[in-house]
């Protein structure tokens, strides 16, 4: 009967399915699942639509702003995701674009590429989010020979973006870890709301 619970737990499943759905698009992208997540996208963007009436007619303002930061994080990766799959099928390298296993020089082989994307709102909270965009990273400055940073100082660097870009009216960030050049970029750009379009 309690109708905030039942609101209450199904913003929690939209998140853990948004959650899910960024882990299968990275695999994807990452060669190892044979297609794009589809059913999973699917069933997420339904939640979306299904509990913005609910949210509009009976929610809070605490679950308005929530449903809204869910909604602007999934704009945000279909956005990326679209523009990865546009550019397989045209055959371009694109955003997701894997090393190819060619006989250059070291210097070369390492074709830009994104590793990998997350968004974080609050990285204390979110510790397994922090701790799987750690790892990424360490992965690639490991390929690379780059020396390692120790995950307090990376996650106090994290802590202190989020806390930048909330104080400039972000509630949350996208970190992206990305090799151009041979070099690795980790770059954050915080997101605001949905945007229209």
């Known amino acids: 009967m309690a109708r905030g619970s039942e609101l209450e737990a ?3 499943s ?18 190892q699942l044979p297609r794009p ?16 009436r ?32 546009r550019a397989r099928e045209e055959g371009r390298p694109g955003p997701f674009a894997h090393r190819k296993r060619a006989d250059t020089d070291k210097g070369k082989d390492a074709a830009d590429r994104i590793v ?16 799987d965009l750690y790892e990424r990273l360490t992965d690639v400055r490991r390929e690379l020979g780059e020396s390692q940073v120790p995950f307090h100082k990376f996650a106090g660097l994290v802590r202190d973006k989020v806390a930048a870009f909330r104080a400039h009216g972000a509630p949350e960030v996208a970190f992206r870890v990305a090799v151009h050049d041979g070099k690795i970029t980790f770059t954050a750009r915080g997101l605001k709301g949905t945007r229209a379009g």
């Open 10 to 12: 199904d913003l929690r």
């Open 14 to 31: 939209l998140e853990a399915d948004l959650r899910k759905l960024e882990a299968e698009y990275n695999m994807f992208f990452a060669g």
């Open 54 to 85: 609910t949210v509009s007619v009976s929610g809070t303002f605490a679950d308005r702003f929530r449903h809204q930061t869910l909604q602007s994080r999934l704009a945000a990766f279909v956005d990326l995701w679209d523009r990865g799959l």
């Open 37 to 52: 997540p589809w059913e999973t996208r699917t069933h997420v963007e339904g939640s979306i639509k299904r509990l913005e």
């Open 116 to 131: 990998y994307v997350t968004v974080l709102g609050d990285p204390v909270k979110e510790m397994d989010r922090l701790r």
